[in-house]
């Protein structure tokens, strides 16, 4: 599915984006992982692609992407094991990883890897759009998303820019830094939701922890929230249950938080 359909289907309704660090805490448990967190309410799947040195993740997702790697995971497990999700759920899957393992890969490879094997959407945080033309027309010729990043201190000209240039969704960044749960969000972040208008779905990511929080986003006016280090948390500890409640929780929060002004056609 892609990740217009999966708006687009939504009709208005916010959606849930769950990251997981693929292959944590082994390759062959993250199929019935996704299971379990589209039974929850996932609406879309971000499976992100563990690195030794993931410079804009906070400690939580570093410890996962070890485990990952220490557990088997590389390149070509992760697209196997993306191709094998996508057989037993019917949502987009979103490719999350650094530049230097798509660059490695060979682009045009890499974004018929995507395609071939489910994946409909990339995020690269550490690839500028400046920088992007390449792997944008590698991702558009295989029939892929690439999405792009904006942040609080993004200044409004590169925002505007950045809303030309991404498909699938726009991430925003609750707060500057790297990721990992916090206790409260920042006001720099409804601020970033008020001033972010373009023809593209409005994702928040980046410290969103719990209910309370995602439900703040959507009466803010996103379209959509991304939670990850809370669930990498659970992960860590097993509490895969635990997990299952914090994701339904937090879809039954979104809806009920929903702003009651009409989208805008996406």
Do not use: W
Not at 12 to 34: E, F, H, N, W
């Amino acid at each position: 599915m892609r990740i217009s359909e999966a708006f687009r289907l939504a009709d208005g309704k916010p959606r849930l984006i769950v990251y997981i660090c693929a292959g944590d805490p082994s390759p062959q448990a993250t199929p019935d992982l996704v299971k379990r967190l589209v039974r929850a309410g996932a609406d879309i799947v971000e499976l992100g692609l563990p690195h030794s040195d993931p410079v804009a993740d906070g400690p939580t997702i570093q410890a996962a992407a070890q485990r990952a790697i220490a557990a088997g995971m590389n390149t070509d497990v992760y697209f196997d094991m993306a191709a094998e999700v996508h057989r037993d759920v019917d949502l987009p899957l979103v490719f999350m990883g650094y530049y230097n393992m798509v660059y490695a890969r060979g682009l045009g490879r890499f974004a018929q890897d995507c395609s071939r094997s489910g994946i409909t959407g990339v995020i690269v945080p550490d690839l500028p759009p400046e920088e992007a033309t390449p792997l944008k027309n590698a991702c558009q010729a295989s029939g892929v998303d690439l999405i792009f990043l904006i942040a609080p201190n993004t200044p409004p000209s590169r925002v505007e820019m950045i809303l030309k240039e991404t498909s699938g969704f726009a991430y925003l960044v609750a707060r500057t830094g790297v990721t990992g749960a916090k206790k409260d969000l920042s006001t720099d972040t409804t601020r970033l939701i008020s001033r972010v208008q373009g023809n593209v779905p409005m994702a928040v990511g980046f410290g969103i922890s719990t209910p309370h929080q995602a439900a703040e986003v959507v009466r803010a006016g996103a379209d959509a929230v991304i939670v990850g280090s809370a669930c990498i948390e659970l992960i860590a500890k097993g509490e895969i249950d635990r997990l299952e409640r914090l994701i339904r929780d937090m879809k039954g929060a979104i809806l009920q938080a929903q702003s009651p002004i009409a989208p805008i056609a996406k």
